[in-house]
C-alpha cells in the first residue's frame, strides 16, 4: 500500500507569479483535501476533490484553484501569489466521503515561500 | 461558523507526570479527529472519535469525546520524552473529511 506523496518538497517564488503544487492519493482512496498551514498554526482547510469534482472549499479566494485527475492524484493551483501565501501546503487523501470508520492520511507537504 | 479551541497551547512537562489536553468546539460535529505533528513533518493521525462517550486509547495517550460539552480530552499517561509533538485536535462536521482544526497544543516533555 503506498502513501500520499507530494511535490515539490519546497518551493521559492515571487510575489505575482503562480504555482502548481501535486499529490498522489494513497492507493484505493478517491477523495484528496487540500490544506494550508501557516507557521506555527493549524492547518485551514481549502478545497477538496471527490471523483474529478470539487466537493467543498473552505474561506480561500479564487486565485486557489484544483484539480483532479482520473488516477485521483491532484493538483492545487494557486495564482498571483501574495506573501501570506508562504506555508505548508498538505494534503490528504481519504475514502469517499461519509465513510464512517477512516481517517485522512496526510502527504509530507510542500513548504512554499514567497518573497 | 465552527471554532474549535484548545488548550493549553504550549505545555512543558517533565517525564513520568501525567496531563490532560483540552479541545472544545461550537457546534454539533459527527467526528472528532486526534493528530500528531512532529517539528518540519507532517500530520499523523492518532485517533478518530466517531459517538458520544467513545474513548480510545493506544499507549500512552488516551481520547475520549463528550458530544454534549463539546468537548474532546487527551489524555498522557505517565509522559515520556518521544511524546514531544504538536498535537491537534480537528472536528468533521458532515463526515465528509472537511476538517476545522485547532491551533494546536505543543508538548515538551522534559528528561
Known amino acids: 500500500e503506498t502513501g500520499v506523496t507530494q511535490s515539490p518538497t519546497h518551493l521559492i517564488k515571487t510575489r505575482g507569479q503562480q504555482v502548481t503544487l501535486r499529490c498522489s492519493s494513497q492507493?484505493?482512496?478517491?477523495?484528496v483535501s487540500w490544506y494550508q498551514q501557516a507557521l506555527g498554526q493549524g492547518p485551514q482547510f481549502i478545497f477538496q476533490?471527490?471523483?474529478?469534482?470539487?466537493?467543498g472549499r473552505g474561506n480561500f479566494p479564487p486565485r486557489f484553484s484544483g484539480l483532479q485527475f482520473p488516477n485521483y492524484s491532484s493538483e492545487l493551483n494557486v495564482n498571483a501569489l501574495e506573501l501570506d501565501d508562504s506555508a505548508l501546503y498538505l494534503c490528504?487523501?481519504?475514502?469517499?466521503?461519509?465513510?464512517?470508520?477512516?481517517?485522512?492520511?496526510f502527504g509530507p507537504g510542500t513548504r512554499l515561500t514567497v518573497l | 461558523e465552527l471554532k474549535v479551541e484548545q488548550n493549553p497551547l504550549f505545555l512543558s512537562m517533565q517525564e513520568g507526570k501525567n496531563y490532560t489536553i483540552y479541545c472544545n468546539y461550537s457546534?454539533?460535529?459527527?467526528?472528532l479527529y486526534w493528530y500528531r505533528q512532529d517539528p518540519g513533518k507532517s500530520l499523523e493521525s492518532l485517533f478518530v472519535?466517531?459517538?458520544n462517550g467513545a474513548v480510545k486509547q493506544e499507549g500512552r495517550l488516551m481520547a475520549s469525546l463528550d458530544t454534549k460539552a463539546r468537548l474532546s480530552t487527551l489524555h498522557i499517561t505517565a509522559a515520556v520524552h518521544d511524546l514531544s509533538a504538536t498535537y491537534f485536535c480537528?472536528?468533521?462536521?458532515?463526515?465528509?473529511?472537511?476538517?476545522?482544526w485547532g491551533a494546536g497544543t505543543k508538548l515538551i516533555i522534559k528528561p
Open positions: 490528504a487523501s481519504s475514502l469517499s466521503p461519509g465513510s464512517f470508520t477512516d481517517t485522512q492520511y
Open positions: 492507493s484505493g482512496h478517491n477523495t
Open positions: 476533490y471527490y471523483r474529478e469534482e470539487e466537493n
Open positions: 457546534t454539533t460535529s459527527d467526528r
Open positions: 472519535l466517531l459517538s
Open positions: 480537528a472536528v468533521d462536521l458532515d463526515s465528509n473529511y472537511q476538517l476545522i
